[in-house]
T-cell receptor, first 117, second 114 residues
Framework: GAVVSQHPSWVICKSGTSVKIECRSL??????MFWYRQFPKQSLMLMAT???????TYEQGVEKDKFLINHASLTLSTLTVTSAHPEDSSFYIC????WGTGGGEQYFGPGTRLTVT | QQPVQSPQAVILREGEDAVINCSSS?????VHWYRQKHGEAPVFLMI?????EQKGHEKISASFNEKKQQSSLYLTASQLSYSGTYFC???????????????FGQGTILTVHP
């Protein structure tokens, strides 16, 4: 299957600082990538859809000024958590769909565990 | 809009079979199945497309009944490595603002004992 990488795998930051997370599709081009967050023992909640060359589409209730998304190329999307607070601590996972195989399988990156102190 | 998975949890002994169901209230274009181990990201298992597919991968197979908006994941002769949380992700038919997006069920925790 296709490979999606994510960096960093974990980060600890102080309250009020910003954190950038990178998501890359390694062996296919992704015009669209997705950002999820997951709290312990809960399901995956879609935060936003990242579109190459245009603005991201945010899900209802997600603050677009807090979670900045940039899809700079067909293989790279970044999520910046601005002015992070302890309640932003979570597991952030990106994904991309590989339409080259016809079905549009969605592959997840390994995730980034963010801890805000 | 979140699909409903059942059961919420299942405990098996090695070699036993299990079925996990995923049901949606909306017409679906595709259903995706994933397994997630503790502390890791979900791993893709298979995708089923509109058209009433049934797929198989070694001892794991799945079916998709588009008329009922239901999908089932079948795990046969379970192995210890099958333990984890299984999620179905559904894509609504018709596209529009939902194009390409998956909505995930609440997950089914599968535990396989020796």
């Amino acid at each position: 299957g296709a490979v999606v990488s994510q960096h960093p795998s974990w980060v600890i930051c102080k309250s009020g600082t910003s954190v950038k997370i990178e998501c890359r599709s390694l062996d296919f081009q992704a015009t669209t990538m997705f950002w999820y967050r997951q709290f312990p023992k809960q399901s995956l909640m879609l935060m936003a859809t990242s579109n190459e060359g245009s603005k991201a589409t945010y899900e209802q209730g997600v603050e677009k000024d807090k979670f900045l998304i940039n899809h700079a190329s067909l293989t790279l999307s970044t999520l910046t958590v601005t002015s992070a607070h302890p309640e932003d601590s979570s597991f952030y996972i990106c994904s991309a769909r590989d339409w080259g195989t016809g079905g549009g399988e969605q592959y997840f990156g390994p995730g980034t565990r963010l801890t805000v102190t | 809009q979140q699909p409903v998975q059942s059961p919420q949890a299942v405990i098996l002994r090695e070699g036993e079979d299990a079925v996990i169901n995923c049901s949606s209230s909306k017409a679906l274009y595709s259903v995706h199945w994933y397994r997630q181990k503790h502390g890791e990201a979900p791993v893709f298992l298979m995708i089923l497309l509109k058209g009433g597919e049934q797929k198989g991968h070694e001892k794991i197979s799945a079916s998709f009944n588009e008329k009922k908006q239901q999908s089932s994941l079948y795990l046969t002769a379970s192995q210890l490595s099958y333990s984890g949380t299984y999620f179905c992700g559904t894509e609504i038919a018709g596209g529009g603002t939902s194009y390409g997006k998956l909505t995930f069920g609440q997950g089914t925790i599968l535990t396989v004992h020796p």
